[in-house]
């Protein structure tokens, strides 16, 4: 059976794209979990990359309240640990998350939350997770947030990013 999904993984792709990502109503949680099996045995990082996270950044720029509530989250915990995101996520995820964080509607603040936090557990480069870090910072560094809800949703993100030592030398 693992050779028959192996096979029609890209249907099941397709599927999941136009029929979850692009839904225009909300995702019950048990539809949104339903692929959990198939993406921690069969997805790679290329796959998210160019199957999925296309459909991604339409969504959260279109439809917000729907991918974020629970859906992408609920994506990014079904993903297997060794997936690394790092660079898809800095360079095509952050800025509809950060967005999105501005949002009026407080189901989609929450969402991009949870979202980032789930989808940072997925980054483990250093130079990206940097990069990400310095999104986060310089806003909070330069004033840039004058609600005291926004600067508490940016700093509750900082502390989610985890933290590289640097090697020591003997």
Avoid: W
């Avoid at 539809?31 to 950044?57: C, M, Q, R, Y």
């Avoid at 995101?85 to 950060?98: A, E, G, H, N």
Wanted: proline residues 6%; aromatic residues 8%; charged residues 25%.
């Amino acid at each position: 059976s693992k050779e028959i999904l192996k096979s029609r993984r890209f249907d099941i792709y397709a599927f999941y794209t136009r029929e979850i990502i692009g839904s225009r109503s909300p995702i019950p949680a048990h539809i949104a979990n339903g692929l959990h099996d198939f993406f921690i045995n069969f997805a790679t990082t290329e796959d998210v990359e160019v199957k999925l996270v296309p459909s991604l950044e339409k969504g959260l720029l279109r439809v917000p309240e729907i991918v974020l509530d629970g859906l992408l989250i609920s994506l990014f915990r079904s993903l297997p640990e060794l997936i690394d995101l790092s660079d898809v996520y800095y360079s095509k995820l952050l800025k509809p998350l950060l967005s999105n964080i501005k949002s009026s509607n407080a189901v989609v603040r929450h969402g991009a939350i949870a979202a980032f936090k789930s989808a940072i557990l997925h980054c483990h480069k250093e130079e990206p997770l940097a990069k990400i870090t310095d999104e986060i910072l310089n806003p909070l560094k330069s004033g840039k947030l004058p609600a005291a809800d926004q600067r508490a949703l940016y700093s509750e993100m900082l502390a989610s990013i985890p933290i590289f030592e640097k090697h020591k030398l003997h």
